[in-house]
């Protein structure tokens, strides 16, 4: 009888060892099936009552603010160093010569562009051409009717540039696409993407202060100086009127 009752205690022991290994084994199951989501809400509702809780929103909307006023900032600085940039000097109507784009060669492409405005307008070889968005080329040669425009993506085209937040100078090369390479002076350019590109205020040659492009690559490792890629602002390839500049007779 002892013995029985012995055996049947030892039977419901085991019984019961067996559902707690198995509850715990369901457990530590559920945490690594779920990755601890259970646990972690858990966890949270435990922290609930001691978490800084208005302060932390305080702290959060704070950061947020922060960034936000930061972003604006930059945003303005940009904002007035491209309106700097694209402020073109005031000529009047007698400094200008609206001109039509008539003749344009697809293997001349980058090359140059012909207009309906020549000597007998009072167009002169080296007269600044712009577009819509700024310069374009300079005046390569006239005749009576019409001229022969070059423009800044010819191959070998050579105009000096200015960056204004930088106070650098360079050397704007064609290079036969839509993106001509500026060349800099100093062995440390300090250019960045996104800088704009105009023709220097001290130039000599064209008026000071025309939009050029925007950098869009720099490389500061090359040799023998650094050099960036310009995207211009007036692009060649969709002109079909210009605008000659007789300020620079």
Do not use: C
Request: no cysteine.
């Amino acid at each position: 009888m002892i013995q029985t009752r012995r055996k049947i205690g030892f039977e419901l022991l085991l019984k019961r060892r067996f559902w707690v290994i198995f509850l715990f084994g369901a457990i530590l199951f559920g945490i690594r099936w779920t990755k601890g989501a259970g646990y972690l809400d858990f966890y949270s509702v435990l922290l609930k009552p001691i978490l800084p809780g208005t302060a932390q929103s305080e702290w959060i909307k704070a950061g947020e603010d922060f960034d936000k006023n930061l972003r604006l900032k930059l945003l303005e600085e940009d904002n007035i160093r491209l309106r700097k940039a694209l402020s073109l000097n005031q000529l009047n109507n007698e400094q200008r010569i609206s001109a039509a784009v008539i003749s344009r060669s697809s293997k001349s492409w980058w090359h140059q562009l012909e207009i309906n405005k020549g000597a007998k307008d009072r167009v002169l070889k080296g007269n600044t051409v712009i577009g819509p968005g700024g310069l374009i080329g300079l005046v390569d040669s006239t005749t009576p009717l019409t001229s022969r425009v070059r423009l800044l993506t010819d191959p070998g085209h050579q105009v000096g540039a200015w960056i204004e937040r930088t106070k650098r100078h360079g050397i704007l090369t064609g290079m036969g696409t839509n993106r001509p390479k500026l060349i800099f002076l100093n062995k440390d350019s300090l250019a960045k993407v996104g800088d704009a590109v105009t023709t220097s205020p001290a130039s000599s040659l064209l008026p000071p202060n025309l939009t050029i492009g925007v950098v869009q690559v720099v490389n500061e490792k090359a040799l023998p100086s650094p050099y960036a890629i310009v995207q211009l602002t007036a692009s060649p390839e969709a002109i079909d009127w210009v605008q000659v500049l007789k300020n620079n007779e």
